[in-house]
Structure formats: C-alpha cells, structure tokens
C-alpha cells in the first residue's frame, strides 16, 4: 500500500481554484473541428440515436465523438530527496498522483455514452458540459469495462447532438509507477556525501513513457494514435525541483513547497506522445536557442553530453534539408534518464533516453559506443517527422513510424560521421537479423489487417524487428528500384501533405506513384506483396538454363506456402555489369542474363538491395566458391557477407547441403573486412548454440580456431599498442577475432586478456585496457578465470560512475563458466538496487547466452516471471530460449506457454516453440554431416 502524502490547506485550495479554472476553460476554448476530423473515416450516422450502453463490438473507440483539445492539471506528490541524517525522521516516500482533465471534443454521430479509455485510475469527479450553451449534460457514473478494453463508458440522460461541442470534466488520483510505464518513478545516485552525517545523496525522479498504450494510464483520454489533439498541461511540483515538458513553460512558486509549471499549448499530437518529467536533474542552456541537453549534474558538469549534442545538431541540420522541412517543436529537451524501459522514446520536444544511449566519457567509453549514440539520436530524430508530425492511423502499421526512422538513420549517421563507416555494416546487421525472424512461419505481415491488432498485448507485439528491420529493408529496396531522388521526392510530398495528420501506407504508396512518374510499375501493387503478406522468397536460379522460380522461404518446408512478390533483383557476373530486372508474380521461363555462357559465375541480389534470398544450381555455387578462395574482391563486400548467410539459411531450410554453406567459411582465413567476417561469426553462433553440449564442438571449436588465427594475429600490435589507429570497421573487428579466438581456445589469445586483466586487478593497479577493447577483454578474462575475476568485476561494477563501463562489466559479469557465480548473478537480478530493472532482460540473456548460464536462465525466469517479465517479456522468451534444440526443452517451453500468467507474450512464445522445432529437426538430420565435416577439415590441416 502506498502512503498517500497529506497536503497543506493552501495547496489544496489552489489546487480547487485550478480545477474551476479548469471547468471554466471548457467554455473559452474555440477550435477547429474540420482540421481534427478531415484524417479520421467516420462510421455512417445511424437511423436512430445509439442508445445501448453496451461496449462497442472491437475493442476500438467508437468514432462518435472526435477530441480536439485537453487541459491536463497533474500534481505527483513524490520527494525527489528523502532526508537521512542521524536524530532526523524523515517522510515517507509517497506514490500519489492526483490530477483533474478537461477534454473539448465534438460529436460527428449522436450518442448517449461517451467512451474514452482509463487504467489503474480512480474516478473522483466528472461533468459534462454542453459548450456554447454552458449546459451540463446529466451523467451517470463512469463504468470501468473489465473486457481488456481499457474503455470508461460514461453513459447520459440525453443524447449528444451531431455537430455541437462538448466538454468533459473529470477528477482522479493514481499511482506513480515502479515498473517503467505511464509515469514512473526512477532513482540515481548524485554523488558520495563529504561525511557520515550527511543527507543521503539518493535522488528520485518521476518521467513518462506513455508508448503505445499507457496515456490512459496517466490521465483519462481518448488513447489512438488518430485521436489527435493540442494539449495545454500545468504540473504541480515539488519546489528546488525542475520540471520538463513538451513545450516551453513557464514557473510560479505557490508556497514554501510547491510549484506551479504551465506549459505552452502542444502542437496537434497523439497521446503517446505526451511527456513530462519531475527531477533534480540539470539541464544545460540552449547553445542554439533550442536545444538543451540534461543529464545528472555531474554528468553535464563533466561534459559527458558533448558528443550527443554535436550530433545532435549535426543531424538536425541534415533532416531539415534532406526533408526539405523545418523540425517542427519550438524547443527540443534531449534527456539521459537512469531508468527507462526503450532504448529511447522520441516525445515531441522531450526526447528522453537510457543513460547509455546519450553520455560519451572521454577516455573511458569505447570510440564505438559514438556509433550507439549517433544511430539512436538519428533514429529519435527522424521520429520528429516519422511518427510525431505524420503518425500511422491505427498501431498495425507501425512500421510506417519505425521502418522510416530507421531507414533514415543509416545515411543520417553515414552524413555526420564519415569516418565510422558503418551504413553497409548497419544495414548487414539488420537485414539478417530480420531475415531469421521472417522465415518463421509464425511471422507476421508489416501491414496485418487492422482487426487483427486491438488489445495491448498485439500492440504491443507490433513493435519487434518485422516492424524496424524489415520496415527499414523493404524502403531501402524500393528507394534503390525507383532512384533514391525520386524516392525522397515522393516522400517529401508525402511529409508536406499529410503534417499533423494520420496516414495508412497507401497514402505513402500515392505520393512515391506521383514522383516515380511511370504507368508501367503500380507503386501500391509492388510494395503491397512486401507489407500484406508476412515473410519473403527465395528466388533460385538455374544458370545453365536461364530459368528462375520464386517461392516463401521458410525454416520449415512443410508449411508450403503460395505466395508471390513483386522482385527487383540486380545480376551481374565476372564478365557483365549490373543488370536490373523486376521479376512479378507468377513469372515463369527464362531470362538471358541468368544464363552463364562460357562457364561464368552469375550474381543476384548485387549489394543486397533486395529483401530475399537467392539460391543456384550448385555448378554456379562452385564458380562463387571457387571465386572467393582464388580473389574474394571481385565479388562486392557486402554479397561476400550475404552469400555466406544465404547458403547457411539456405542448408538450416534444407535447400542445399549443409557442406556447401561451411565450404564458404574456408576463404575467411584470408578475409580482413568486416561484413563477411560479421556473417559468418552470426551463422556459425547458431552451430556453437545447437552443439556446444555435444561431441561435434570439440572439433568446431580446433576449426574455428585455426580459421580466426590470421585475422587475431593481423591485430596483435594493434590489441598490445592502443595508440595505434584503425578504422570503425576494423575496430568492430579486431572485437570479433579476440572474441571468437579467445572463447575458441587460442593459447595467445587467452594469455594476452588474463595478463591485461590481472594487471587491471594488482593492487593499486590501474586500467590500461584499450577503452575499445575492454568489453571483449573483460569476458573473456572473467570466463577463462574464477570467483577473485568475477568479483573484481562485480566491485569494479556497483563502484563505477560511467554508464558505457557498467554496461560492459555487467556483460563480462555473464561470460564466467563457473554455475554457482551466474545463479548468484541471476539472484541479484531481482534485486534493483544490483541490477536495474531496465537491465534485468538483457541481464539474463546474456547468461542465456553462456552454455553453463542457459538451464539456469530457464529455470529462474519460470519462477520470478512476475519479476522479470514486466518490462519486455517477449525479449526475454527469445533470449532463454535460442538455444532450445530438444524434445524435453520443448515439452517445458509448451507447458509455460500453456500458463494464462504468460498470456501477454504468446505470440513470443508461440515462435520460440516453432523455433525450437526447427531446431529440433535440424540437429537431429545435419548433426553427423557436419561432424564428419569439422572432422575432416581437421584432419586435413594437420596433413598440411
């Protein structure tokens, strides 16, 4: 039970002159109705008045009534300083949020309820008020419905009058949250105190994170994305205490302990993207007049925000040209909270962030951690106009806010910083981590039917990598079809139409037509068969004969499914350039230039610009094989990296051999770049996944190790002289050989990261480690060490200050092989002074990840779901369960998903149980082919 704090007489008197006040601007404000309601399709008006106080047949708000405006008062009663000194009694922290609404709204159809969505509140007060008229409209009490829906229904003696204004007033107190949803409460430590009697240096703060579904939570409203509406928002506050918003404010202390921010009217927005915070928190002043940076004040004191507002204003400037438009808010608060449930959230004018994600130590944060911060700022910031000034209509096709953002944020981090390289490497990584989620047959479309995503639960499963990856994919592949000019030409026109509105896709696929300018190519059909339909094809090609067939790829062949796409695929061989092509539905015969003529090797998909797979007769497999052993470079870099995920996806669905896939890992011992290096080390994670616990590792394991030698050793004077230089890409890596050479068991390897490591631990010894290097190296150390290792690293851990160190030692904290340390590591997960509860998820992954931490892993989210689950279960049911590839983990995984408790991640669950069937299946056909493999290749090699 929460203490609710009791408040003066003074404050409670200003609070009910605010409330009046309130009431009383239910009658001043005018606004547009035309403007609110030209995005939102109207149900048609009914023969006769709707009378019935029954929910409505989905669970989706009826479009009788339209917002238009809300005035919000919100008071949260918490401290953000709790005294603790010796003889003095301090309060007791409080949880209370108080508050009254008044939402302005018209009515488009004649009504006699009013339904708007409301969770975890209590009702204190409401009245409804016929505007022009001032006549209050006669009410019953609000009914809460208990379908799941979230609904309030307010039913009224009379009906509500098409065309005429309305208002509705309501009181209610809640609760702040501690679990990171609607508005929370977060905790920080600002410093160590001078001496033992001083106050506590812990620090509270309260902060929102309102996406998708949680603004019913924080106050009643009318929460869908095309509810859009202005909002004016007053917060009470403790005094010595700063208050954040959406818009700029200004302050008024109210008496000894309160104050008064009144922020500016909101531009039109959904509700999800409401935002304010309460905190101690400093705020850096605008070097621009509209961008500030906040963080802990000895963070923006040590300069910590630095790198993230140069980048920040890097790209800003970028879009706004790129967009050929002006970033819309008046202001712009960028905010490094210590808890928060995303990486990000990207609030009109309050764009708030993990830690992480925003501060950069100079000298202790890796260089690689600026890529983190660039692509998420970029990411945030291309939300201003994907999402935030044009919003997606309904939640199922979210992907028009997240595939945009992170599509946009591959050249806008490649603009500003050119010298890390990493568009291709970004695009790579995103592109086969979606292709594996895609080949599921439980998979879903970018664009599933509206009716198919109404609770909370299916939003909020909208929201994984079909949506951002594949999103991303599938524009990237349209714009390189149609002409990146072009493409942003329609899309511009589409921004500059559709400000402040909502959209479906085919409102995109209208404006890219108008600009694409050809009546030959139907925008909407092409790119219809890549968001209706979930998955993707595999094109194969027969270069003998020039035929070509298309077809869904998926793990499991038995679900044959009869779907076709629209294809652009680029082909080149050793002897042409690239050619273009558009394969369509139902295309059958041959095409020229999939033939090969004088013994050539033919490539599809040049540079993967296309969102499938390709597949070849095994005489042209042999001429690319053949190809990367004799001179990899005159095959492009990033097919290098996609051939070899191709054939390994290709071998786990069984269409071709799984030899022919680990045949194209032999002309790696001589690769240096990246990409391939990255593909491979991802494909042969799941061989590690699926046999580390049986006898194929032994000899995976020598193979792996002498393939990774040569590139180890490339980097030796580079690993032993941090002051020598390299690129981005060759930085990512060097990480990637000591990883794999180190856990492989090179001797050299495993000697270089315990002598840097146990110079670390020497008394009064000091950290010389690479800042790049210090994740991998502290792993593997802890791994090839024990208890003093890991408790060093567990010390180092709670006494460190900088975010970019927590998070790597919490890492190196799951890499130790000893069970007894990972079940105490699991044990402090539950505690969120040890482990926070934004870190639990990826906590416990990473122990999943460790073949001695998986069964522990399993067992532990079982009992402390409750615990563990509340933030993104789904994330933490894929984790655990990747390594599942038996019928006994199966039978377990079934019956936790049997539990109505894990009811909000079926559909998570429902893929971890198709994946892990895959598995099964797999290991038990492929498991001597490849043993008989590694075997062989070891044999040979010691003949050498």
Avoid at 471 to 477: D, E, F, P, Y
Wanted: net charge negative.
């Amino acid at each position: 039970m929460v203490d609710k704090f009791a408040t003066s007489k003074a404050i409670a008197a200003a609070f009910a002159v605010m409330t009046v006040s309130a009431i009383a601007g239910t009658i001043a404000m005018i606004t547009l109705f035309e403007i609110q309601s030209s995005g939102i399709n109207m149900t048609a008006v009914p023969t006769e008045p709707i009378t019935t106080l029954a929910p409505p047949p989905v669970m989706r708000l009826p479009e009788s009534l339209v917002p238009e405006a809300y005035e919000l008062y919100l008071w949260p009663h918490l401290y953000t300083k709790i005294i603790e000194k010796v003889n003095v009694t301090s309060p007791n922290q409080t949880m209370l949020l108080t508050g009254n609404s008044t939402v302005h709204f018209q009515c488009v159809q004649a009504t006699r309820s009013i339904f708007l969505h409301s969770k975890d509140l209590t009702i204190l007060a409401s009245k409804v008020m016929e505007k022009d008229k001032k006549k209050e409209i006669p009410s019953l009490k609000p009914i809460h419905h208990t379908d799941g829906s979230d609904f309030m229904e307010i039913p009224l003696d009379d009906n509500l009058k098409k065309g005429e204004k309305y208002s509705l007033f309501l009181s209610f107190e809640g609760e702040i949250s501690q679990n990171l949803q609607a508005l929370f409460v977060s905790t920080y430590d600002e410093g160590e105190p001078e001496d033992e009697d001083d106050e506590s240096t812990k620090r509270f703060l309260a902060a929102t994170n309102l996406q998708p579904t949680d603004a019913r939570k924080l106050f009643p409203c009318f929460d869908e994305p095309d509810m859009k509406a202005e909002f004016l928002v007053t917060i009470i506050h403790r005094r010595h205490t700063t208050a954040l918003g959406n818009t700029h404010k200004t302050s008024d202390v109210l008496d000894d302990d309160w104050t008064c921010t009144k922020f500016s009217e909101t531009p039109v927005m959904s509700t999800y993207l409401l935002a304010f915070m309460v905190s101690d928190l400093e705020c850096q002043i605008p070097t621009d007049g509209k961008i500030s940076m906040c963080a802990r004040p000895e963070a923006i004191a040590a300069g910590h925000t630095k790198y993230a507002n140069k980048v920040t204003l890097d790209i800003l400037r970028h879009y706004e040209l790129y967009f050929d438009m002006p970033f819309a808010p008046d202001k712009l608060d960028q905010v490094a909270l210590p808890d928060l449930g995303p990486a990000a959230m990207e609030n009109w004018g309050l764009i708030t962030y993990q830690e992480g994600g925003l501060l950069y130590e100079e000298g202790v944060s890796s260089v690689l951690h600026k890529d983190t911060i660039a692509s998420l700022i970029a990411h945030e910031l291309a939300h201003q106009w994907f999402g935030n000034l044009v919003t997606m209509k309904w939640w199922n096709e979210i992907w028009l806010n997240e595939g945009f953002a992170t599509y946009m944020s591959y050249a806008a981090v490649d603009k500003v910083e050119p010298s890390f390289q990493m568009k291709d490497a970004s695009i790579m990584t995103d592109l086969q981590a979606v292709f594996e989620a895609d080949a599921l047959a439980s998979s879903h479309p970018l664009s599933p039917p509206e009716n198919d995503i109404q609770g909370a639960d299916e939003i909020n499963g909208m929201f994984d990598e079909i949506s951002y990856s594949k999103g991303a994919m599938v524009l990237r592949m349209l714009a390189t079809y149609m002409g990146e000019q072009t493409f942003m030409n329609g899309v511009k026109a589409y921004l500059k139409t559709y400000k402040f509105e909502n959209t479906i896709q085919d409102d995109l696929w209208h404006h890219l037509q108008l600009a694409y300018g050809r009546r030959d190519v139907n925008v909407t059909k092409v790119m219809r068969s890549w968001t209706d339909q979930a998955g993707y094809p595999v094109v194969t090609i027969n270069t003998t004969s020039g035929s070509f067939v298309q077809k869904r790829f998926l793990f499991n062949s038995i679900n044959d499914a009869n779907q076709q796409w629209y294809i652009p695929i680029k082909t080149m061989s050793n002897r042409s350039n690239v050619i273009d092509n558009l394969l369509k539905p139902g295309d059958s015969g041959r095409k020229d230039e999939f033939i090969s003529r004088n013994g050539e090797w033919i490539l599809a998909n040049v540079n993967c610009t296309g969102y499938f797979r390709v597949n070849y007769n095994i005489e042209n497999w042999k001429r690319l094989l053949t190809q990367l052993e004799e001179n990899p470079h005159r095959i492009p870099v990033i097919n290098r990296g996609q051939l070899i995920d191709d054939a390994f996806n290709l071998a786990r669905a069984k269409l071709v051999n799984v030899t022919l896939a680990l045949n194209l890992t032999r002309f790696l011992s001589k690769e240096t770049a990246l990409i391939p290096w990255d593909s491979a080390f991802r494909n042969l994670e799941y061989f590690v996944h699926m046999f580390d616990r049986s006898e194929v590792y032994g000899p995976m394991q020598a193979y792996l190790q002498k393939q990774v030698t040569e590139l180890y050793l490339s980097f030796q004077n580079e690993t032993e002289n941090p002051e020598v230089t390299s690129s981005h890409s060759s930085k990512y890596n060097q990480i990637k050989a000591i990883s794999v050479a180190c856990s492989n068991g090179l001797p050299e390897c495993i000697e270089m990261v315990k002598s840097k490591y146990d110079e670390w631990m020497a008394i009064n010894g000091t950290n010389n480690i690479d800042t790049t290097l210090r994740s991998v190296i502290y792993c593997q150390a802890v791994a090839a060490g024990g208890k003093k290792e890991w408790e060093f690293a567990w010390e180092k851990f709670l006494s460190s200050k900088d975010i970019s160190e927590k998070n790597q030692l919490r890492y190196a904290l799951s890499c130790t092989k000893k069970i007894w340390l990972l079940n105490r590591y699991l044990e402090y997960t539950l505690d969120s002074e040890k482990i926070r509860l934004m870190d639990v998820v990826p906590t416990i992954n990473n122990i999943a990840m460790n073949s001695a931490g998986q069964a522990l892993a399993w067992n532990f989210i079982r009992a402390h779901w409750d615990y563990v689950g509340q933030v993104d279960g789904a994330l933490l049911i894929e984790g655990v369960t990747s390594r599942f590839s038996t019928q006994f983990e199966l039978d377990e995984l079934i019956r936790f998903s049997n539990d109505d408790e894990q009811s909000s991640v079926k559909w998570a669950l429902n893929q971890a149980i198709e994946q892990t069937r895959v598995n099964i299946q797999w290991v038990r056909e492929h498991k001597d082919v490849i043993l008989e493999w590694f075997e062989g290749e070891m044999e040979t090699a010691e003949r050498e």
